[in-house]
C-alpha cells in the first residue's frame, strides 16, 4: 500500500463564494463531505482538514503568500490511479466552489 496526500485546491474567489452558499447547499456538503470520510475511512490516514494563511519562506526571508491550496487528506491505495479514483465527484469541487483534487504519492525518505 502506497501513501498519498491529497490537496483540495481552490480558486481566488472561493473564499468569497463560500459565504454566498444556501445553509442547504453548507449543510449537504457537510453532509457529504462526512459520508465520503466514512466511505473511505479504510483507507483515510490522517483527516487533513482545511487550511489558513500562508508564508513563505525563502532565502528571502520570510513573506505573506496566497497559493490555491484550501486543505489535505492523507490516503493509503495500492497506486496513484486508485487514489485518485476516491475523489470523482468528491463533493470539494461537486458541492462546494473547489476546483479540484490533486493527488501526490508519499515517497520514503532516501537513505543516507
Known amino acids: 500500500m502506497k501513501t498519498f496526500l491529497a490537496l483540495y ?3 481566488p474567489n472561493m473564499a468569497a463564494a463560500i ?4 445553509d442547504e447547499t453548507k449543510s449537504a456538503g457537510i453532509a457529504a463531505w462526512g459520508a465520503w470520510m466514512r466511505q473511505h475511512a479504510d483507507a483515510v490516514v490522517e483527516t487533513g ?3 489558513g494563511r ?3 519562506i525563502s532565502p528571502a526571508g520570510v513573506a505573506d503568500f496566497r497559493n490555491a491550496v484550501t ?4 490516503v493509503r491505495a495500492e497506486t496513484i490511479d486508485a487514489a485518485a479514483a476516491m475523489f470523482v465527484d468528491h463533493p470539494h469541487f461537486a ?3 473547489g476546483d ?3 493527488v501526490v504519492e508519499q ?3 532516501p537513505a543516507g
Open 107 to 109: 515517497l520514503p525518505i
Open 49 to 51: 482538514g482545511p487550511l
Open 19 to 22: 459565504p454566498d452558499l444556501s
Open 95 to 97: 458541492i462546494f466552489p
Open 100 to 102: 479540484s483534487v490533486e
Open 71 to 74: 486543505g489535505y487528506v492523507v
Open 54 to 56: 500562508t508564508k513563505k
Open 9 to 11: 485546491m481552490g480558486s
